[in-house]
């Protein structure tokens, strides 16, 4: 699944003319969005983990290319929001509904029983992970 996923991010990546940083972007702003949040540059610099120059990088290849603007923030000028457009929601959606749809069969085709079950699976499988620490919180110090 983790393959075929990534090799579909990058035939996104391509179809939409983007890098991987530009889609996940749009992905961040538009589930914000969704959920009635506002995001600026500084919280798009830590979901990615970049620096703000990479930041501002990212947003101007976007805004560019038409898929993000920039707006002052309502209460604090000295600050700035960004938003998708109309345009990023038509190319994701042009781009990744059908798969979506596909998905969302599978996962109506499953058993109740089958479907807690994956998600419990799911979970553990997320409890694992998040578990890891980097070498140098485990006390490893390179030679």
């Known amino acids: 699944y983790r393959a075929s ?5 990058r035939r996104t990546q391509d179809s939409m003319g983007m890098g991987e ?28 983990g970049v620096s703000t120059p990479s930041v501002t990088g990212i947003l101007d290849r976007l805004e560019r290319s038409g898929h993000l603007k920039r707006k002052p923030h309502p209460q604090d ?12 929601h038509l190319e994701v959606r042009r781009t990744l509904d059908g798969m979506h ?3 969302m069969a599978a996962v ?22 998040d578990a890891v620490e980097p070498p140098l919180a ?6």
Request: aromatic share 6%; proline share 4%; no cysteine.
């Open 5 to 9: 996923e990534m090799a579909m991010r």
């Open 21 to 48: 940083n530009d889609l996940l972007v749009l992905q961040y702003l538009m589930r914000a969005a969704g959920q009635g949040g506002e995001v600026s540059p500084v919280d798009i610099g830590r979901y990615l």
């Open 77 to 88: 000028r000295r600050r700035l929001l960004v938003e998708t457009t109309d345009l990023a």
């Open 101 to 103: 749809a596909r998905m």
């Open 108 to 129: 109506r085709s499953l058993d109740p029983d089958d479907a807690d079950a994956i998600v419990a699976f799911l979970q553990a499988m997320t409890e694992a992970v």
């Open 138 to 143: 485990q006390g490893f110090v390179p030679a």
